[in-house]
Structures are given as C-alpha cells and as structure tokens.
C-alpha cells in the first residue's frame, strides 16, 4: 500500500473510529416526542410530532458492532484474539455522525428539518473455518483447515457524507386521533468505498513424503475499492467523489384518550399510542473504481499455497497486491465500470405506548430489505431486528433500557441516561456475553431546544 494511501486510511479510521464510545440507532429515544431534529433519522414524519418548536442538535455520534468472533481475551497475556471454533465468522459495523441538525417547525402542522451527516458500514463474513495461534501462513492456515471444503467470504465497506432536507406536515386531525407524513432527501457523496469477494475457492491436498502442498481447483473472486482511497488527501477525495440521491419517507399516527388526558386538549405528548411505519435508505452510492480494482477466475492449477505465501510476502504496495492475486488465477479482468453499493433500506414498524406519569414502553421491527451476502452486487444492512425499550422520559431527564434481538441472533440489554441536553447510551451491556466479545457500542447527542415545559405545551394547538 502506498504511503498516501495509508495516511488517507488512518484518516478515515480516526474521523469514524477514534469517535467511538466503548451505528443506524440512537436506539433510546425512537418513537419519543423528545427525540427533537434526530428523530427524521428513523421516521420522516417525526419532526412535526415533535415536542419543541425548534431544535438544535450541535452533533451525535452513535456506532454498533456485531461479531462472533473477536474478543479480549483476559489475564496477563490477554489481548485481542479470534474464537477457534469450527464456524462461519463475521462481523458488522455501523457508525453515524452528525452535524448541525437543526427543526424548525413553522406551526403545529408544518416542520422543516435540516442536517449533515457521515456515515460507513462495514460488514465481514466468511465460511466455517477454524482458527488457532499457531497459524502464521496461508500454508498453516490450510494445514488447519484441511477438511473444510472449499474458502468462501466477502467484505463491503462504504462511507459517505450525507446532507439531509427533511418536510413533514399534518395529514388529517380529530378530537381522537392525528395522522402525519414526511419524506426526507438525502444528497450524498461516496467518499469511500471497497470490496472483497472470494466465492467458492476450492483446493486438494497432495503430500510427498513429510511435505504437504495444496493445488487449488475452482473458485472465483473480486477486489477493489474506490479511486478516492487513491488520492492525498480527504480535499482532494471529496472533490472527485461522485453524488447520487436517497430517500426516506414515513408517516405516524397518533391515537388519544380523552379521560387520559383530562381534557387539556390534544398535543404531541398526551397521545395514548403512537404507530409509526417508515421506508427508511432508499438508494445507493456510487463509486469510480480504482485501477487496481480487479475480478478473478478459475484458480491456477499450478500455484500452491506456498507460492501463494512466497508472492504477497513480497507485496510492497497496492499494485504490487493486485499483481499477486492475478497471477494466482488463470483469468482475470480490471473493473472499468463504476460500481455501487446499496444503502441499508429497510422498514421500520415502531409502536409507543403512553402509559402516564412520564412513563413509556416502545417497541420496534426494523426489516432489512437486502442480504449482504450476495456475489453479485454490494449492499449493506442494519443491525437492528427487534427492539423493546422502556423508559421514564421528561423534557430534561430520562432513563431508558432497551432490549435489543438482533438480526445475528444475539440479545443486548442496553440503556441510557438523559440530563438536560446531553444523552449518553449504550448498546449492549455485556450480560449475557460469555467473553468480552466486540459487541455493541454506544451513542452521544447534546442538543439545545426549550427545556420549559409550560412554554412548549402553549405553543402546541387544542383540537379543532
């Protein structure tokens, strides 16, 4: 890898990774009208159901992880390691950064949100393997997995800046029930973005006395990643990224009880439930390709693992990289074409439950419409699958516990706390984890808006 190649990664690593707090969920406050400017990050149509007439959020920043397999091994020579079971491994990764959300509602039937963003998804899954310390070559590597019967995983990386132009508006009202809708415009540019296809690489061992070789028989891949991890700098990426368009759009109905609100007039916050649906990501970004960028097939029936080893060892840079893992396939082609990488679209059902006394319990389905795992095309996904949070909620403090079921099967217990106008929360406590698995992560907002609940109750309508 060049050297300006490496000063842009570690560029990037810090702006989305030195962020962290240990991704799409600031999972606390979903479905609460004191969710303010970042509510439209999980229904459009939430920025006229909120609780302020204006909203400030100087900036968030929330980041999710999901693995089976790293963890922090313990004791005094603890450290990062890899589970060795037999099994497929992965590992998904989600991190959201906002600037300047600003919502402004006009009246109580109108609001305008604006606001800008930086966002990556990364996702890593493989075949079963098994993996123990004493690997250290692809040959050892081979050695221990002798039996499995062919290499087969993927990698998809995207990263993009995103300015987002929310409108929602009041569709239709009574004395019992409210319906809004809101759409968002998302105007984004691929900043950066890379993938790693190995499908179905298959070999056969051959032994010869003590020795024992590995002759590879079938399989595909591809590699590359966008020619702005090829420039100097982040000016300089940003400059000749391309731009492409996404959309969000939703709608909220609110139902009220008029004994449970005593009277006192319908507003955003003595709903008796809330029931949200959302189509939230459509749209993709795209990239120009780097030339280094290359598909590969049919492996090279005379190269052996230990060729293999002997040509990336001596890899200097990028180029050097690709000219190795061409020369171990008998075809292969450079990607000439721009290619794209499918935001994380999915539907969001999400239902709130108003039980008074600034007690709540929501509860959230979030359904990916895409698979990662295809090898044809490049998407991502959110993590989120099914979600219930109680909380105790008022303009200017909150305590919340969600409990998350993941689309990896794994159950998180998280929470959060709310003083005045910062909310600091986390994903998962780690009590059901076995070993401090990379799992979880956590999220930050400080937002400014009114914190006088007379005044913001006076400047919400009585029913008409």
Same mark, same amino acid.
């Given at each position: 890898?060049?050297?300006?190649?490496?000063?842009?990664?570690?560029?990037?690593?810090?702006? /989305? @990774?030195?962020?962290?707090?240990?991704?799409?969920?600031?999972?606390?406050?979903?479905?609460? !009208?004191?969710?303010?400017?970042?509510?439209? /990050?999980?229904? =459009?149509?939430?920025?006229?159901?909120?609780?302020?007439?204006?909203?400030?959020?100087?900036?968030?920043?929330? $980041?999710?992880?999901?693995?089976?397999?790293?963890?922090?091994?313990?004791?005094?020579?603890?450290?990062?390691?890899?589970?060795?079971?037999?099994?497929?491994?992965?590992?998904?990764?989600?991190?959201?950064?906002?600037?300047?959300?600003?919502?402004?509602?006009?009246?109580?039937?109108?609001?305008?949100?604006?606001?800008?963003?930086?966002?990556?998804?990364?996702?890593?899954?493989?075949?079963?393997?098994?993996?123990?310390?004493?690997?250290?070559?692809?040959?050892?590597?081979?050695?221990?997995?002798?039996?499995? =019967?062919?290499?087969?995983?993927?990698?998809?990386?995207?990263?993009?800046?995103?300015? %987002?132009?929310?409108?929602?508006?009041?569709?239709?009202?009574?004395?019992?029930?409210?319906?809004?809708?809101?759409?968002?415009?998302?105007?984004?540019?691929?900043?950066?973005?890379?993938?790693?296809?190995?499908?179905?690489? @298959?070999?056969?061992?051959?032994?010869?006395?003590?020795?024992?070789?590995? #002759?590879?028989? %079938?399989?595909?891949?591809? $590699?590359?990643?966008?020619?702005?991890?090829?420039?100097?700098?982040?000016? %300089?990426?940003?400059?000749?990224?391309?731009?492409?368009?996404?959309?969000?759009?939703?709608?909220?109905?609110?139902?009220?009880?008029?004994?449970?609100?005593?009277?006192?007039?319908?507003?955003?916050?003595?709903?008796?439930?809330?029931?949200?649906?959302?189509?939230?990501?459509?749209? @993709? #970004?795209?990239?120009? !390709?780097?030339?280094?960028?290359?598909?590969?097939?049919? =492996?090279?029936?005379?190269?052996?693992?230990? +060729?293999?080893?002997?040509?990336?060892?001596? $890899?200097?840079?990028?180029?050097?990289?690709?000219?190795?893992?061409?020369?171990?396939?008998?075809?292969?082609?450079?990607?000439?074409?721009?290619?794209?990488?499918?935001? !994380?679209?999915?539907?969001?059902?999400?239902?709130?439950?108003?039980?008074?006394?600034?007690?709540?319990?929501?509860?959230?389905?979030?359904?990916?419409?895409?698979?990662?795992?295809?090898?044809?095309?490049?998407?991502?996904?959110?993590?989120?699958?099914?979600?219930?949070?109680?909380?105790?909620?008022?303009?200017?403090?909150?305590?919340?516990?969600?409990?998350?079921?993941?689309?990896?099967?794994?159950?998180?217990?998280?929470?959060?706390?709310?003083?005045?106008? +910062?909310?600091?929360?986390?994903?998962?406590?780690?009590?059901?984890?076995?070993?401090?698995?990379?799992?979880?992560?956590?999220?930050?907002?400080?937002?400014?808006?009114?914190?006088?609940?007379?005044?913001?109750?006076?400047?919400?309508?009585? =029913?008409?």
């Amino acid at each position: 890898m060049t050297r300006h190649l490496k000063k842009y990664f570690f560029s990037v690593l810090l702006v /989305f @990774s030195g962020i962290l707090l240990k991704a799409q969920g600031y999972q606390a406050i979903q479905g609460s !009208p004191f969710a303010g400017s970042t509510a439209v /990050f999980n229904n =459009p149509a939430a920025s006229v159901g909120s609780a302020y007439k204006w909203d400030l959020t100087l900036f968030s920043v929330q $980041a999710k992880m999901s693995s089976n397999s790293p963890y922090i091994e313990s004791g005094s020579n603890g450290g990062l390691t890899m589970n060795g079971d037999v099994r497929s491994k992965f590992f998904h990764a989600n991190i959201d950064l906002s600037l300047f959300n600003f919502l402004y509602k006009a009246d109580n039937e109108h609001a305008f949100n604006f606001g800008i963003r930086a966002r990556t998804y990364n996702h890593v899954k493989t075949s079963a393997f098994h993996y123990s310390d004493s690997i250290n070559s692809f040959h050892s590597f081979l050695i221990e997995n002798d039996n499995a =019967p062919y290499l087969e995983g993927f990698v998809t990386h995207t990263g993009w800046l995103e300015a %987002d132009l929310n409108y929602s508006q009041v569709l239709f009202e009574n004395n019992r029930s409210k319906l809004t809708g809101g759409i968002t415009l998302q105007i984004m540019k691929g900043i950066s973005g890379a993938f790693l296809k190995l499908n179905k690489v @298959s070999y056969i061992e051959s032994k010869n006395g003590t020795d024992t070789l590995f #002759n590879f028989t %079938d399989g595909s891949g591809s $590699a590359g990643y966008s020619s702005t991890l090829d420039q100097n700098s982040f000016q %300089d990426a940003n400059k000749n990224a391309l731009g492409s368009l996404g959309l969000s759009m939703g709608i909220e109905y609110l139902i009220y009880n008029n004994e449970f609100n005593g009277g006192t007039g319908n507003n955003n916050l003595n709903y008796d439930w809330k029931i949200g649906v959302s189509l939230m990501d459509l749209g @993709s #970004n795209k990239f120009k !390709p780097s030339v280094n960028s290359v598909q590969l097939f049919s =492996p090279a029936a005379t190269i052996t693992d230990v +060729l293999v080893d002997q040509k990336f060892s001596g $890899a200097a840079n990028i180029s050097d990289f690709k000219d190795s893992l061409t020369s171990v396939f008998t075809n292969s082609a450079s990607i000439v074409n721009n290619f794209k990488i499918t935001n !994380p679209t999915r539907l969001i059902v999400n239902v709130d439950r108003n039980f008074g006394n600034n007690l709540y319990v929501n509860g959230e389905l979030s359904m990916n419409f895409y698979s990662t795992s295809s090898y044809t095309k490049y998407r991502t996904r959110e993590l989120n699958l099914l979600t219930i949070t109680p909380r105790w909620e008022t303009i200017g403090l909150g305590a919340y516990l969600p409990l998350q079921y993941n689309t990896q099967g794994q159950l998180w217990i998280g929470a959060a706390v709310k003083l005045g106008p +910062l909310l600091v929360g986390v994903h998962s406590l780690g009590i059901f984890a076995k070993n401090p698995t990379m799992n979880g992560g956590g999220y930050l907002l400080l937002s400014i808006h009114p914190f006088n609940k007379r005044n913001v109750l006076s400047k919400m309508d009585c =029913p008409k």
